[in-house]
């Protein structure tokens, strides 16, 4: 298995926005081959002393965090797939940073492999 997380602060705003492109993009994922998609908004999640995710995501009043996983069977299965995600005609309204309904530059998000899994 591999896993790309994803976590951002979106606009409580924007929220509806949000839930709306994340399920056209559950879709076209999970239409060219990932196993799991899943989106999650924050409700227990407080400000650390050294680090959290709302301040890793520099988190301003209005906000909310937002929590984001996509599972895949492999490495090369996940590159694959988002090789043919990034070039899916429905997704090309989102590809200008201007259009998203949340700050893409407060976004972080990486790879992973999973070394405990039940």
């Not at 839930?19 to 227990?44: F, N, Q």
């Not at 906000?63 to 995600?85: P, T």
């Amino acid at each position: 298995m591999y896993v790309d997380g994803f976590v951002l602060a979106v606009p409580e705003a924007n929220l509806a926005a949000y839930r709306k492109m994340a399920r056209l993009g559950g879709k076209i994922w999970r239409e060219h081959g990932a196993l799991e998609y899943m989106e999650c908004v924050a409700d227990d999640v407080k400000p650390g002393k050294l680090t959290s995710f709302p301040q890793a995501v520099k988190l301003k009043p209005g906000e909310v965090v937002v929590f984001s996983w996509i599972l895949y069977k492999s490495r090369a299965a996940r590159d694959r797939i988002n090789a043919k995600v990034m070039a899916d005609p429905r997704l090309a309204q989102f590809m200008d940073p201007k259009s998203l309904p949340f700050d893409g530059k407060r976004m972080f998000f990486g790879g992973f492999k999973p070394i405990v899994q039940m």
